[in-house]
């Protein structure tokens, strides 16, 4: 079943201007970017979007790391899209992640594990939902 989930390539991995090489991952593995932007995370973007990890102590971490550079959100598009993107991604700890998977080749850490997937389909939707309107994603 074709599917869209939500992808962040993290301020670490910008920073590092490895966007395209991540990008080359992601399409290597059968996924289509179809929507895509650079943009400078808010600290209000930033505290919505991780919301879930409120009340855990790394929150304040993860706020600021996120709003620290520029991030790329996109929109992937493929089959089975969220769990395909979740393999592709690696597990969180790079020392964990499989061979050729995005942590294991970028990530420097846990923390600065350069790229976040969304985790189900309905977390996918409001995920995009919070930084694209449905015309600026093109199939």
Do not use: C, W
């Not at 969304?118 to 994603?137: G, V």
């Amino acid at each position: 079943m074709t599917e869209r989930t939500f992808s962040i390539i993290k301020p670490d991995a910008t920073e590092r201007n490895l966007t395209g090489k991540i990008n080359a991952v992601i399409e290597g593995a059968g996924l289509r970017i179809v929507a895509q932007r650079r943009i400078r995370m808010t600290e209000d973007q930033a505290k919505t979007f991780y919301e879930v990890h409120k009340e855990r102590p790394f929150y304040g971490e993860l706020v600021g790391q996120m709003t620290s550079a520029p991030v790329v959100v996109q929109v992937l598009e493929g089959e089975n899209a969220v769990a395909k993107y979740r393999e592709i991604m690696g597990a969180t700890n790079p020392e964990q992640a499989a061979e050729g998977t995005i942590r294991k080749l970028f990530a420097k850490n846990v923390g600065e594990n350069s790229v976040h997937g969304s985790d189900s389909q309905d977390n996918a939707k409001l995920e995009i939902a919070q930084f694209f309107t449905e015309d600026q994603i093109v199939g």
